[in-house]
Every structure is written in structure tokens, then in C-alpha cells.
């Protein structure tokens, strides 16, 4: 069967790395997946999907704030796989909490997944595109909390925003090497992750969490303007767009 090319996805055992991992394979991409050793169940289960449609797959256990893996995962999917067209840096945490109570150890959590692991991924990725010399796709996770900020995340927020900062600075320097460098800023959504931030809501008692006061997924979805939360494979449709031959024209967004 032919292939459209080659991807990674990282953070992919769940949630909308999941999504978009199954999603890429339907359109015909080969489908590395990572996440971290603590996911290997479910990333083998992943693996399983991917290649019962059909397409060659790998698993990559990784630690993505670790420059040493992050070069060993690439590696290893052109070993295994023959080569990278496109990247999707998916992995990331949220850890909650205000400017007042939020932890150092948090606000580095938050960094050195989202952005620092963005980062090696974006970087390891593009250096073996641009040495393919056939173009490629970079794709990272931001978020509506990338875009404005939101009360009682403020660690998340600030990662988020650098995920874009990043993500406009490679791609004016990667355009001309026929690699486009987008980011996806899901609001809300039905994931794992969502269900963190609604337990970790719940069990504050100190009283300074308003923002999330009553029932945390209603309260999302009024604020949506379709009035409802949105599910991975939502997600997995846009980044399924950005790495087709369609979107050559957009980057930096």
C-alpha cells in the first residue's frame, strides 16, 4: 500500500494524540507514536490500531524533555520507517493554579513539556527534513490559553503562548525549505486532560478558584459559542488538513 509519508505523533496513547494518530493513518500516512514509558500500554494499543488499517507503525517510548531521546526517536523512526515528513509535537501537561499559589516545580512542569519538548522535537525533526531535502510538516499544541489568558492557569497559559512565539519564529525560517510550521489551539475538549483540571477544580477548599465554581464541563460549554465541548477528533480533522499537500500556503499559524 502506498504511503503519504511518514509522521510521529508524541503524546500519543491518549486523548488527541490518539485522534490524530488514527486519524493521519486513515489518510495514509505511516504513523510513529510516542509518549512516555507510563503510557506504553495504551501506546502499544495505539500501535495495534494503526496497523490494522493497514499502515506501518512504530513505538517510540520517549521522554520528550530529554534532548538525548528526542534525538534517539528520530533516529529511530527513520531507521525503522525509511524517513520523517511530518512531526506532531502533541505532548503536553497542564498543572493548575494562580500566580499566588502556583509551585516553581510547576511552572518548570509546564515549560519543559510544552514548550522545551516542542522545541527538540520541532528542531531534531526539521534538521532531518531539511537533510531529506523534500519538505515536511511541523505541528505543535497550543490552545485557546495560548491566545488569552484564563485565571487560575497561569503556568499553562504562559507555556501555551510560547508554544505560538515558537511556532511563528520557525516557520519564517523553515518556509523556504518547503517545511510549514502551524499549531492547533483546541479550547475545552472531552480528553484526559480536561478530566484533570475539572478533579484538581474540585478539590481545591480554599475558596480562590471562582473562575471554575459549579459544574466545570458546563461551564466550558457555555462559553463555547457552539455550546458544546469539542472531542479529539475534532482535534485530529485540522492537523489532518495542515500536513496534506492542500495547506502548502499556510505556516506560522
Known sequence: MSSLGIAIVTGAAQGIGRAISLRLADDGFDVAVNDIPANKENLETVSLEIAA???????????????????????????????LDVMIANAGICRVGTLLDTTLDNWESNFAVSVKGTFLCFKYAAQ????????????GASSVAGKTGHANQIAYCS???????????????????????NSYAPGAMVTPMCKYIRVANDQRTDGADNFYEGDYYKRMADRCAVGYLGKPNDVA????????????YITGK
Open 159 to 181: 507555556a501555551k503562548f510560547a508554544v505560538r512565539g515558537l511556532t511563528q519564529c520557525a516557520a519564517l525560517e523553515l518556509g523556504r525549505h518547503g517545511i510549514t510550521v
Open 237 to 248: 480533522s485540522i492537523v489532518s488538513y495542515l500536513v496534506s499537500k492542500e495547506a502548502h
Open 53 to 83: 488499517k493497514g499502515r506501518r507503525t512504530c513505538q517510540l517510548v520517549a521522554d520528550v524533555t530529554d534532548e538525548e531521546q528526542v534525538k534517539g526517536m528520530i533516529n529511530d523512526v527513520v531507521k525503522q520507517l525509511g524517513g
Open 128 to 139: 532531518q527534513m531539511v537533510a531529506q531535502g523534500r519538505g515536511g510538516r511541523l505541528v
